[in-house]
């Protein structure tokens, strides 16, 4: 037998190829291939074709890209118009079989691709009525490079490709569709042309109609029918399909809730390079469930995520490393994830990298680049931005200080943040930048107050005791400290504890400035602690203690006050501190 299909093959080249093809539908590649190669090297297309794939898909021959890629591209040549269709795949993501042209709206390309070529190839199989090549020219046409884009033709190019049947001429037209219009008509049109490529198995397909039910554009919301979609692309590998699934799996979106499978679908849209994924995988982590956090793991997708590109993720790694959670606490290395987190427009990765640099950490050009970034999103309109923006022209971080621009750019914020009409209020009350106006200045931190912002409330306050831009009222300035003391706010519990100390219009009350006192001073007040050491050196509500007054005068002076001093020198010796001598056995 195989000296005749030997005699075949040299005698006539178009009987080998049918012999061969025969053989192949056999599933004899390694007899077919001979034959194949016969009529191939008498330049017959359709065996050029046939050579190539066979080294291409191993079929016969050891398999080989290039072998593959040289074949294919004589018999497009040649004119052959599955091969000029492969080609164009080949060209575009180097897929290994022509049978995969789901790739053309794949979220990964495995090569570098060639444009040029690719057009020139696609566009001859075009023209010739192949339908899959009409589908990868509409493509061309809108993803390719900017030179050669034409939306218009892409989209006819796609109807026609659509209308033959072909799954990615309806993915394409369907995108298309989408792209031009957004009526209801375009939308439903939209959905059919998704539902036609889905019916053919398409995980990009199958993805974009599980959006569309989802979010009920073009047809009713339905999220149980959206979460089955999305199972299907998430099992054919489409990465952002598995993110989807595996949040409603989490979220009981459509479906049982399910936290281990639903976390599962995340590792693999991860590990499949999805930034966002990852992401949500290190949030998992940092909360855990009911276990406790594990944040080592956390920033091993943290850094994943972050250098995949995504701000967020690479903020959360920047706050472990200032925190030392889950790696080596390191300033400088958090100040990198956060630098690369605010270049991609986090403003709060800014914020935190312009705190950083207030302390010396940072690179050299940080301050500079801190102050472009706060400019930029101040000139849009950003509160945030202007407020961060008149910070650093106070502080002359990264520009040259500027107290009249400065204040300008407080005074923009101030429109809307509670913490830029308090430094607003502050430099109006000391004439920094602005010409001095206590009544506005106590106008403003009132606006502040009311937002419950403690500084603001004390500030206020204060006004209001002195009677500073306005009338005094002592009752009413008792009730911003107290708000503000509940936050924590040691100067507001030092304030309570001179109002009730008396001769501010306001009855006498020892024990609760006793208990002001003594709450501010625990928070490090060192007026608070020289105050609680002499109430309790005087003895004012109880017994005198010399000994722990002595303690808190000490801080006090360890604190700078000054005063404290001559009060430690009047205590009686016998309330210094001794350690008891050790007793030693005689020798």
């Not at 979460?227 to 595996?246: N, T, V």
């Not at 979220?251 to 999805?274: C, I, K, N, T």
């Not at 945030?384 to 005074?411: H, M, P, S, T, Y």
Request: proline share 4%; charged share 20%.
């Amino acid at each position: 037998m195989l000296v005749f299909d030997r005699l075949i093959g040299l005698a006539a080249p178009q009987a080998a190829l049918r012999r061969a093809v025969r053989l192949s539908d056999r599933g004899k590649a390694a007899e077919a291939f001979p034959l194949f190669t016969r009529s191939a090297q008498k330049g017959i297309a359709e065996a050029e074709y046939r050579v190539a794939r066979c080294y291409l898909e191993g079929a016969g021959v050891p398999p080989s890209r290039s072998e593959g890629t040289r074949w294919l591209e004589r018999a497009a040549t040649h004119g052959h118009v599955e091969a000029q269709t492969q080609l164009c795949a080949l060209c575009i993501h180097g897929l290994s079989d022509g049978a995969k042209n789901d790739g053309l709206f794949a979220e990964n390309d495995l090569t570098e691709p060639d444009f040029e070529a690719a057009v020139k190839w696609a566009r001859q199989a075009a023209e010739a009525g192949a339908p899959k090549a009409q589908a990868m020219l509409g493509y061309i046409l809108t993803y390719g490079p900017e030179a050669m884009r034409d939306l218009e033709a892409a989209h006819q190019w796609y109807e026609r490709s659509a209308a033959a049947g072909c799954p990615e001429g309806s993915l394409g037209y369907a995108l298309s569709v989408g792209q031009r219009t957004n009526d209801e008509p375009s939308r439903q049109q939209m959905v059919h042309h998704l539902r036609r490529a889905t019916e053919a198995g398409l995980p990009t397909a199958i993805y974009l109609l599980a959006v569309l039910t989802e979010q009920g554009i073009g047809v009713a919301p339905d999220p149980a029918v959206a979460a089955q979609l999305y199972r299907r692309a998430a099992e054919r590998g489409h990465r952002s399909a598995q993110l989807r699934w595996g949040l409603a799996l989490l979220e009981g979106r459509g479906v049982e809730p399910d936290q281990v499978a639903g976390e599962s679908w995340l590792r693999r849209a991860a590990l499949a390079g999805d930034a966002e994924a990852a992401a949500l995988v290190g949030d998992l982590y940092v909360r855990n469930g009911q276990l406790p956090p594990n944040y080592t793991e956390a920033a091993g997708w943290y850094r994943r995520s972050a250098e995949a590109g995504h701000a967020a993720a690479a903020r959360a790694l920047g706050s472990l490393y200032l925190t030392g959670a889950g790696v080596t606490q390191d300033a400088e290395e958090a100040a990198r994830w956060l630098r690369i987190s605010g270049e991609a427009g986090d403003q709060v990765s800014q914020a935190d990298l312009a705190n950083l640099v207030l302390k010396g950490v940072g690179g050299a050009e940080d301050p500079a680049r801190i102050a472009r970034w706060f400019e930029q999103s101040a000139a849009s309109g950003d509160l945030v931005a202007a407020f961060n923006l008149g910070l650093c022209l106070d502080k002359g971080i990264g520009v040259e200080r500027d107290e009249q621009q400065a204040a300008d750019w407080l005074r923009r914020a101030a429109e809307g943040m509670a913490e830029a009409q308090y430094m607003y209020g502050q430099m109006l009350a000391a004439g920094r930048g602005v010409a001095a106006d206590l009544e506005e200045a106590r106008s403003w931190f009132s606006r502040a107050a009311e937002e419950n912002l403690p500084d603001a409330q004390v500030a206020l306050a204060e006004m209001m005791v002195n009677g500073r831009g306005g009338s005094r009222d002592p009752a009413r300035a008792l009730k911003l400290f107290e708000a503000a003391a509940a936050q924590g706010h040691s100067g507001a519990m030092f304030a309570l504890g001179a109002l009730y100390a008396g001769g501010h219009d306001l009855p006498e009350d020892r024990p609760s400035a006793q208990h002001w006192f003594r709450a501010a001073a625990e928070r490090g007040h060192g007026q608070a602690q020289l105050m609680l050491g002499r109430y309790l050196a005087a003895g004012v509500v109880e017994t005198p203690n010399p000994v722990e007054a002595r303690e808190w005068l000490e801080q006090a002076v360890a604190q700078g006050i000054a005063e404290a001093q001559s009060d430690l020198a009047a205590l009686p010796a016998s309330s210094q501190s001794h350690q008891p001598l050790e007793q030693t056995a005689p020798g």
